[in-house]
C-alpha cells in the first residue's frame, strides 16, 4: 500500500411424536418463509423447502403440513444462483456437469467448489507463462513467484471445502452452522489469496495488472459464487440442523472455542514445561534459531507441537509455512523474546513478504514474545509479523514497526493483551480477527504523512472477514507526537471494521477515519463503526458522514462483532470478562 495515497427418515410415530412433528415442520417452513424474505428471492425457499420435503420423506405425512414446493433442476439451478453476484457465470459453469440434474442445493454447492477448484488450478501455471515479458525485472519475478504459491493456497482452501462438504453428503458429519462458517471461511481466504496477487502486482505499477484481472475473471466469479450460495442458502439449512447455539460464561482472560481446556491452561500458565524443542541463541536448547525448530515440526501435526524459545533477539526472518499444524509458540516475555527482521518494500521486497514472522498453517497459538521490523518510517511498508493461520491466537505479544505492522491476511484471528504499535495502515488485512484488550499505540511517522490504525481488505459482500477491536486502549506511543491521527480507512470496496467499547486516548482527528482516495468518499458498501468508547478521542460529533458509517452503533449490531459472533467463538473459558449472555 501507498503510504499516502494508497436429516435422517423417521418410521411409524405415535401421535405426540406426531404432534411433535407437526410443530417442528411448522416452525421449519417458518424459518424457511424467513429466510426468503431476508435472502435473495421467492425461489431460494423453494429449493430449501424442496430439501426439508425430501429429508422428511421417509417420515408419516401430516395432513395439516403444507405441501412442499416442486422444482425442476434447472429451476433449482437458477434459484440457486440468484443468490450470487455472477448468476450467468454461476448457472453456465454448472448446468453444463453431468451431475447438475439436481434440485439438491447441497449437490449443487459441491459443483458451484468443483467449477471454481477447476478454474483456480488453471491460474497456478499462468505466472510462468508470463516470464518472458518481464526480462530482469527480479521485483516482478519475484512478484509472480508470490503469485503462484497464492494461487496454490487457494485451490488448497477449496480443496478443504470440498472435502468438507463430502463428509457432510456421506453422513460422516451434519450440516451445522460451524460447518458452514468454516467454509465461509476457507472460501473468503480463497478469494483473499487471488485478491493478494493483484496487491503484489499494483504496489509495483505492474503493466501485467489488468492481463492478470483478464485471466482471473472466471476464477474470481467462481470462487465468490461459492461464497455466495454456501452465505445465502447453505446456512439456512444449516440452522434447520442445526438450532441450537451454546455459549459458555465466566470471568478473567477468554479464548475463542477453537482452544481447548488443554491449550487454555497453557495459554493461562506462568511457566509452560511441556515444550518439545527449545531455542536458545547461546546454545542451551536444542537450536539455535527459531526457523531450525520451526523446520522439525511434523508436516499437518493433528496435535499440539509446542516450541519454547528462551530470552534473547533472535535476528531472523521465520516462515512457518501452510503445512505446519497446530504449532504453540512461548517465550520469556513480549520484551524479552523478540523475532527481529528488517525486510522492506524500498529495499525490494513486496510487503507480503517483509514480514519478519510469517505463519500460515491452521492453529498457531503465540504467547509471551515480541516480533519487530527495524526498517523504520523511511522504508515504508515493512511487515513485523504475517499471519494466515486459522483458529489462530496471540496472547501477550507485542508487534513493532512502522508502516504495515500487522498483516492479518486472511483466517479467524484472536488477539489478546498485546501491544500493536505502528504507523500508516499498522494493522491491515482481510482476516475475521478480534483484538481484545490490546494496547494500540500509533507513532510518529514521517514528516507529512498521517497515521492511520486500521486498513481493512474485503473485496466481497459475502467474506466473514472484517477488524473489530474490543476493549482495547488507543493512545499515542511518544508523548509528544504530533501526527494526524485516524482510526482507520477503507482499503477495499467492503471494508468492514468496528471499534467498540475502547479507551480513545489520543488527539484523534474529529473526523475519526480517513478515505483512501484523498477527498474521495468511500462507496456506501463499506461498513465502519463504533460502540460505547471512551476517551478524549472518542466523540463521534464531528466524524465523517460517510454512507458506510455507524457512528454509533445499537447494541445488537454490536454483538455481531464479538469474538462469539465473528469468529464464532462459541465456547468460552471458564473466566471472561465479557457477558455473552448479553452479547458484549
Not at 488 to 500: A, L, Q, Y
Request: net charge neutral; with cysteine; aromatic share 10%.
Amino acid at each position: 500500500m501507498d503510504s499516502m495515497t494508497s436429516f435422517k427418515g423417521y418410521g411409524k410415530v405415535d401421535e405426540l411424536e406426531e404432534q411433535a412433528y407437526r410443530r417442528k415442520t411448522r416452525k421449519r417452513y417458518i424459518i424457511v418463509i424467513v429466510s426468503v424474505i431476508v435472502l435473495v428471492a421467492v425461489v431460494i425457499g423453494a429449493v430449501t423447502g424442496t430439501v426439508i420435503h425430501n429429508r422428511n420423506s421417509s417420515s408419516s405425512p401430516s395432513q395439516n403440513s403444507p405441501p412442499a414446493p416442486e422444482l425442476t433442476p434447472s429451476a433449482s439451478l437458477k434459484g440457486v444462483c440468484q443468490a450470487t453476484q455472477y448468476p450467468n457465470s454461476c448457472f453456465s459453469s454448472i448446468s453444463t456437469l453431468k451431475n447438475s440434474n439436481t434440485t439438491d442445493p447441497e449437490a449443487l454447492f459441491r459443483l458451484a467448489l468443483h467449477v471454481a477448484i477447476d478454474e483456480v488450478s488453471k491460474l497456478r501455471d499462468f505466472p510462468s507463462t508470463l516470464k518472458s515479458k518481464i526480462g530482469n525485472d527480479t521485483k516482478l519475478s519475484e512478484a509472480l513467484k508470490l503469485c503462484e504459491s497464492l494461487f496454490v493456497d487457494a485451490v488448497d482452501r477449496l480443496n478443504d471445502s470440498l472435502t468438507s462438504m463430502e463428509e457432510v453428503s456421506s453422513g460422516g458429519k451434519r450440516l451445522t452452522r460451524s460447518v458452514v462458517y468454516d467454509l465461509r471461511t476457507w472460501i473468503s481466504a480463497t478469494m483473499t489469496d487471488q485478491e493478494t496477487c493483484l496487491d503484489s502486482l499494483e504496489e509495483l505499477n505492474s503493466t501485467l495488472v489488468q492481463e492478470f484481472r483478464d485471466a482471473m475473471q472466471n476464477a474470481t466469479e467462481y470462487s465468490s459464487n461459492g461464497l455466495a450460495i454456501v452465505t445465502k442458502i447453505i446456512y439456512t439449512l444449516a440452522k434447520l440442523n442445526d438450532p441450537g447455539h451454546r455459549r459458555l460464561l465466566g470471568s478473567g482472560p477468554e479464548f475463542p472455542s477453537w482452544v481447548s481446556p488443554g491449550y487454555r491452561r497453557l495459554l493461562q500458565a506462568q511457566n509452560v514445561t511441556a515444550a518439545h524443542v527449545t531455542v536458545a541463541k547461546d546454545g542451551t536448547g536444542d537450536f539455535k534459531t527459531i526457523q531450525e525448530a520451526v523446520d522439525v515440526v511434523p508436516k499437518k501435526n493433528l496435535t499440539r507441537f509446542v516450541i519454547y524459545v528462551k530470552q534473547g533477539t533472535y535476528l531472523e526472518n521465520v516462515i512457518m509455512d501452510k503445512n505446519k499444524w497446530n504449532v504453540m509458540m512461548y517465550g520469556d516475555g513480549k520484551d524479552k523474546t523478540i523475532v527481529s527482521g528488517s525486510l522492506n518494500f524500498v529495499d525490494g521486497t513486496a510487503t507480503f513478504k517483509t514480514a519478519t514472522f510469517a505463519v500460515a498453517g491452521k492453529g498457531f497459538i503465540a504467547k509471551d514474545m515480541g516480533f519487530i521490523n527495524t526498517a523504520g518510517a523511511e522504508k515504508h511498508q515493512a511487515v513485523a509479523f504475517r499471519s494466515g493461520s486459522d483458529q489462530s491466537v496471540y496472547y501477550r505479544c507485542s508487534f513493532d514497526a512502522f508502516q504495515d505492522t500487522l498483516y492479518a491476511h486472511s483466517n479467524r484471528q484472536f488477539y489478546r493483551d498485546c501491544d500493536i504499535t505502528g504507523t500508516i495502515d499498522f494493522i491491515f488485512g482481510n482476516a475475521a480477527v478480534v483484538l481484545q484488550n490490546c494496547n494500540i499505540k500509533p507513532r510518529q511517522p514521517m514528516p507529512n504523512q498521517f497515521n492511520t490504525i486500521t486498513a481493512q481488505g474485503k473485496k466481497d459482500e459475502n467474506q466473514n472477514t472484517g477488524i473489530s477491536i474490543q476493549k482495547c486502549t488507543i493512545s499515542p506511543l511518544e508523548s509528544n507526537m504530533t501526527a494526524l491521527t485516524y482510526l482507520g480507512r477503507p482499503w477495499k470496496e467492503f471494508s468492514t471494521t468496528v471499534v467498540m467499547q475502547s479507551t480513545i486516548d489520543i488527539n484523534l482527528d474529529p473526523l475519526g477515519w480517513k478515505e483512501w482516495v484523498s477527498n474521495v468518499e468511500p462507496p456506501s458498501s463499506i461498513f465502519y463503526a463504533e460502540y460505547q468508547n471512551s476517551g478524549q478521542g472518542s466523540s463521534v460529533d464531528k466524524r465523517v458522514t460517510w454512507a458506510g458509517y455507524i457512528p454509533s452503533l445499537t447494541k445488537e449490531d454490536a454483538t455481531r462483532f464479538t469474538v462469539d459472533s465473528f469468529i464464532q467463538g462459541n465456547e468460552w473459558l471458564p473466566q471472561t470478562n465479557v457477558n455473552f449472555e448479553n452479547s458484549l
